[in-house]
Nanobody, 124 residues
């Protein structure tokens, strides 16, 4: 079992920056991929970024490339998402997920464990 707890997020004006973090516990995560997804009201949960815990390889949604950076802090067992140049379209609840690294990085069904989510709101 893996427990994931998100923190960070909040309210920011367009063009600003925010960071969200995901603290993982419960088992070793070397064989896992960690992902950030987001869900706006009335929308499906959407892939944002992912990282392989073992080799650090990263994946990004095209619309966030160059603006968002996913990283891990192995000492703290956390996964971070730094979000710059935020847009109102980035407004959503952001969820952290963990799943086997062999799964499709963009598929929410490939992630087995989820956090409770944290709200990110970008005002225009």
């Amino acid at each position: 079992q893996v427990q994931l707890v998100e923190s960070g997020g909040g309210l920011v004006q367009a063009g600003g920056s925010l960071s969200v973090s995901c603290a993982a516990s419960g088992r070793t995560l070397d064989a896992y991929r960690m992902g950030w997804f987001r869900q706006a009201p009335g929308e499906e949960r959407e892939f944002v970024a992912a990282i392989n815990w073992s080799d650090g390889f990263t994946y990004y949604l095209d619309s966030v490339k160059g603006r968002f950076t996913i990283s891990t802090d192995n000492a703290k067992n956390t996964v971070n998402l730094q979000m710059n140049s935020l847009k109102p379209a980035d407004t959503a609840v952001y969820y952290c997920g963990a799943g086997p690294s062999r799964g499709n990085f963009f598929d929410k069904d490939a992630y087995v464990f989820w956090g409770q989510g944290t709200q990110v709101t970008v005002s225009s």
